[in-house]
DNA sequence: GAGAGTTTGTATAACGTTCTCCACGCGAAG
DNA sequence: CTTCGCGTGGAGAACGTTATACAAACTCTC
């Protein structure tokens, strides 16, 4: 026999065909949509599974849902953001939905075009993992498509929320070193971006919580608070203006491990040793804090558990099953390793 | 002035009422078609930015293309994927299309669901890491869609390939063991999975090369090889299983950097020294080799370059300007850290 | 100026779904 | 025997785009 040029694909038609009904019955039963007897849909699913037939999820979109959740991040090498997928996935697993990741960088131009791509390709709903594109822009989106934005604080009434209790989470490094005996402690966090008119950023929470934690134990004049990127680079950049001022710290929090693994290589380089001369703590608790030659003091956010609720959330409202907007926080919380020890010489006095 | 409840989406046909023309010759102008006039072309350039219109890519998938390349990848937390799919997006960047990834995991399954959802969403062309997938379907797959395959040595007239000459760059690292003075030099590679049919993967090319590698310098009788999953715990699984064996490996050689670590967290935990009792070398050189309390000594494999390699020829394919297959090879070098030296012992002998 | 080409713009039929109506048949109630 | 209601299946119009086919309007050439 010829072997077929171009076999068409299998359609909602030739379903029918097959199994001598029309393509409306068809649709009833791929959509478990009332309306169909037992008898009918027996016989329909026999010839669906028979001629191996899928739906085209581009034509299902002209009309209806397309099946497919988008996820926005800035950066996969985040392992943190990781975690956050691995809990979307595992709740999404059984369910008809697919989960399409599109990896945006730090624009918020970039982003704000993936995001336009999303919506373009009609997905069903977003989830949104610490957006940099402006507020305004994901409040428009948001009035379309079922939203979740996780990371940011900013409640609306648009869209859901999955956050972490950033401050409550540098309050508890902030305790953790004071209580090894720590004063002067450094924060190390991200520059966030002005222009995106987010007010509560990871960042923006995580400030405060530590500053508020400093005051609490009495060393308001001893912040001292560093903006980097959350890179090795920023970090050691963060690290190596840090270590080498006249006052220096002599324990270094940072808003994540990335970014503190950057300020123990700046560490290194000027010739400190961790924790001896210098305790480092990062956050987020991703797998490499946990490397046998690292040993980084972390605070867990429970990456999975955020990524699940989002999930969860989400296909709630592009189910229709609720309508009002929801806001979930997560609960921190530290992990002690061998990068944090009391300090060895009494911290500098003013 | 009320305002809209939902605002409906701008379309081709409001494009062409505000240009007054029709919808085909908006479409036209949007392909880049034969057949329009200068002033045409301007005219509706015109409206289409006035209007803020956009195309609708789920529309556009059921006659023509989407503008989209669904990247599948098995890993997210390999940073290594990263490399390359930077090495895409680069290339892509003022390109007119969008990437999609989708994250698998490492079930044939799950990595076949994946594919047939892109083919499902009409995406333009699909590049697949180191697919699991069994070949056929793969072949398959790519009869009706562009699809370049990193990583596996297997050619097929049906989809271009891109690969790293895996076998030289473990007889990069066995050299430079050897070198140093090391002849009991056991290698960690991926378990692989024997159903997918293929017949030149990474982990195949890389065992060949070690092999013989060793063979040339006359250690045949001392190859020793240990499989196990790419990951901190495999690493750490093999690495156990080599170092506290009665006859003790001095250097450990791995597919994979994340695996080289774990196997480093074996050493600590059998209590060696890393490099005075054991030598330890990855592969991909990924970001965390170069980690300060890490220095790993690694393989780079031009990941960047293979993705940016990746994205061209599916572009050519996709556009049509090519129909032969081609196969890209990369070289790999080798970079020294200092997780590798000398052995303090002399190898034991046989 | 007539015929032959060449541009340029339009009408319209797909593409594969969904979903609103509507028709049909049947049993129960009046 | 009507009338009503209900459960079931089907007709057919969208959805926003592409691409084919063709008509109309120009431009040459002899």
Known sequence: MPEPEQRKRVTITDVAQHAGVSTAAVSKVLRNAYGVSAAMREKVRASMTALDY??????????????????????????????????????????????????????????AKVIRSMVDRQMDGLILIAPGTPREEVLAVARDTPTVVIGHHDASDAHDSVADADAAGAALVVDHLVALGHRDIA????????????????????????TQAMERHGLGDHVQICKAAY????????????????????????????????????????????????????????????????????????????????????????????????????????????????????????
């Open 54 to 111: 899928r739906p085209h999820a581009a034509a299902r979109g002209m009309r209806g849902r397309t099946y497919t959740i988008g996820v926005l991040l800035d950066n996969i090498r985040n392992t943190f953001f990781a975690d956050i997928l691995d809990g979307v996935r595992d709740q999404l697993r059984d369910s008809d939905y697919t989960i399409m990741i599109g990896a945006a960088g730090f624009g918020a131009r970039d982003q």
């Open 187 to 210: 924060l190390v966090s991200s520059p966030g971006s002005r222009a995106s008119h987010w007010k509560q950023t990871p960042e923006i929470e995580l400030t405060r919580g530590y």
């Open 231 to 350: 890179s090795d680079e920023g970090g050691r950049k963060a690290g190596l203006h840090l270590l080498s001022a006249a006052r220096r710290p002599t324990a270094v929090m940072t808003g994540a491990d990335v970014a503190a693994l950057g300020v123990w290589r700046a560490a290194h380089d000027v010739g400190l040793r961790v924790p001896q001369d210098v305790s480092i703590a990062g956050y987020n608790n991703t797998a490499v804090a946990d490397l046998a030659t690292v040993q980084l003091t972390s605070v867990d956010q429970a990456g999975h558990d955020m990524g699940a609720t989002a999930a969860r959330l989400l296909i709630e409202r592009v189910e229709g099953r609720r309508d009002r907007a929801v806001q979930a926080t997560m609960t921190p919380r530290l992990v002690v390793r061998s990068s944090t020890t009391a300090p060895t010489a009494a911290p500098e006095q003013v």
